[in-house]
């Protein structure tokens, strides 16, 4: 007769403790970067609701962005850095294939030698990480996870491209995930549509550079196809996070979509008929769009200017390259 083999089960549910944030050492004003792509400050604004964007120095880098978010939220958790025993890091600039940015950040915040590992889901990166986070926890293979969203996009922008260049900043959120009482993330709806894999994305491999066939691979987007998609299809997928949650659009003390375009978020806030009460975050007019870092950085600064949120349930959506897609609904810690 074999031996039964024995199973892991972790804590019934989970909750963000805390965030952390860091963004890019310096605010770069549209005016900056309006020569290149031939446009005003003007229409940027009425395009994207941005009026700066925070952009990091050539020195750091996004491992350094994620290594200081991850600190201020394993800081303000109350858990000791050593009982982490998971880092999750959503990054599509890794200045290096490999190793991990995870692995750094585990090292550097004293959680040596917690699982880590990276995940590449674009703007919907952190909010998959999320998803994992509390799946892992809830099973057992971890206690305690820290989830960081972090990017450094200037290192892959073309200033003359007026697809996209001119949205993108740098930065790092993070949070604290660990075990509840009671149920602190919902279930998530995620998924993704590689039948538009072309929509956003990088304009060329780094093989082709490296042959010498191309510059340096940028990102690039096509703006229609993804403000439409954004628009009509993730509003149903914020529809079924929050049906899915058993809670309904009233209920929201916050809402804290991808940071990608104001005229994106506005729109979300009407479809989904928010009710005046609830707080929209809007961190993309002084942050810009900072991809799988946007949701966990506006997440921190809402708190900030809004500790009474604390608590409260904010439903959050993440949606970009992939297309790929995910959202939940949180309590806020």
């Known amino acids: ?10 804590a019934a549910h989970t909750r963000i403790y805390s965030y952390g944030a860091a963004r890019g050492e310096v ?18 604004r009425q395009r994207t609701g941005i009026v700066t964007r925070t952009r990091a120095v050539a020195e750091t880098s996004a491992i350094d962005l994620a290594t200081d978010a991850a600190a201020e939220a394993v ?7 050593e009982d982490i025993d998971l880092v999750i890091v959503a990054t599509i600039s890794n200045p290096k294939q490999s190793p991990s940015v995870s692995a750094i950040v585990a090292d550097r915040i004293g959680a040596n030698p917690a699982a880590a590992y990276d995940v590449n889901a674009a703007c919907a990166g952190y909010a998959y990480a999320m998803t994992q986070a509390d799946a892992l926890i809830r099973s057992g293979a971890a206690t305690y996870a820290v989830v960081i969203g972090a990017e450094k996009l200037s290192d892959i922008v073309d200033p003359a491209d007026r697809s996209i260049s001119f949205l993108l900043g740098d930065g790092a959120g993070a949070a604290v995930v660990g075990p509840s009482d009671t149920p602190g993330i919902g279930a998530a709806v995620w998924g993704s549509d590689g039948s538009k894999a072309d929509a956003v994305g990088m304009n060329a491999t780094l093989t082709q550079f490296r042959d010498g066939e191309v510059p340096w691979p940028t990102l690039r987007q096509e703006g229609q196809t993804v403000f439409r998609w954004a ?3 993730m509003v149903k997928v914020a529809r079924q996070a929050l049906e899915k949650a058993g809670v309904t659009a009233s209920d929201l003390a916050a809402f804290i979509p991808h940071q990608a375009n104001l005229r994106i978020i506005d729109e979300f806030a009407k479809q989904l008929k928010l009710p005046e009460t609830t707080v929209i975050a809007r961190d993309i007019e002084t942050t810009g769009n900072t991809s799988a870092a946007s949701i966990p950085l506006a997440s921190h600064r809402l708190l900030e200017e809004n500790p009474e949120l604390s ?3 904010a439903l959050q959506i993440g949606f970009g390259a992939g ?5 939940q609904v949180v309590v806020l810690p």
Not at 75 to 81: E, F, K, L, N
Not at 323 to 327: D, K, N, P, S
């Open 311 to 313: 608590g409260g349930l």
């Open 323 to 327: 297309l790929v897609f995910a959202a």
């Open 27 to 44: 605010a770069v004003p549209n005016d900056d970067l309006i020569g290149p792509i031939d446009s005003s400050d003007e229409w940027i």
């Open 75 to 81: 800081a303000r958790s109350g858990v000791a850095p």
């Open 1 to 10: 007769m074999s031996a039964t083999l024995k199973q892991d089960q972790g």
């Open 231 to 233: 628009v009509w299809e």
